[in-house]
């Protein structure tokens, strides 16, 4: 079975690899392709959490979105380092969701794994849930990983 995971290149998206890791059978999976996607005239820049060095503000261009993007796709692959299935990262261009989508029809995939709420509530409210449209629209089975839920202080 091939699976996708996607990247946005937030905490929480390695997260979600981590829990596929948790309690998928290796065994199982022949391929995973860890997938990023590039919004091209996006007004908010690719997620860099999980880059070891951290971009100044002024660094906002197209070439820094690839490289964030490039370095999140080779955080989460690491998850993977190992285990057993082979791993590939692709970087791609256009509406994360569709893109997801397409990826998950093109590599005939057996499951998709994306985080949920992932980059915000003002993310979500003002473009749309990707993990949403991802479940309602993907040719496979879709995991949809939460964020852990906050501890309440008493």
Do not use: N
């Not at 937030?10 to 690899?17: F, M, N, P, Y």
């Not at 995973?32 to 590039?38: N, R």
């Not at 971009?55 to 692959?77: I, M, N, Q, W, Y």
């Not at 499951?111 to 949403?132: C, E, F, I, N, P």
């Amino acid at each position: 079975m091939h699976v996708i995971v996607a990247t946005d290149g937030s905490r929480q998206s390695l997260a979600a690899a981590k829990h596929l890791k948790s309690f998928a059978d290796p065994a199982k999976i022949t391929t995973i392709s860890v997938v990023a996607v590039i919004r091209p005239y996006a007004a908010v820049a690719f997620a860099d959490d999980l880059s070891p060095a951290k971009a100044t503000s002024a660094d906002f261009d197209s070439l820094h979105f690839r490289d964030a993007a490039d370095s999140a796709t080779k955080a989460v692959a690491a998850v993977f380092d190992g285990w057993g299935p082979k791993v590939q990262v692709r970087i791609r261009s256009g509406s994360p969701a569709s893109e997801i989508i397409k990826a998950a029809k093109q590599a005939d995939a057996g499951l998709v794994v994306v985080a949920a709420g992932s980059r915000g509530l003002s993310d979500t409210v003002l473009l749309g849930s990707t993990a949403q449209r991802v479940q309602h629209s993907a040719p496979c089975p879709v995991l949809v990983v939460r964020p852990a839920p906050r501890k309440r202080k008493k």
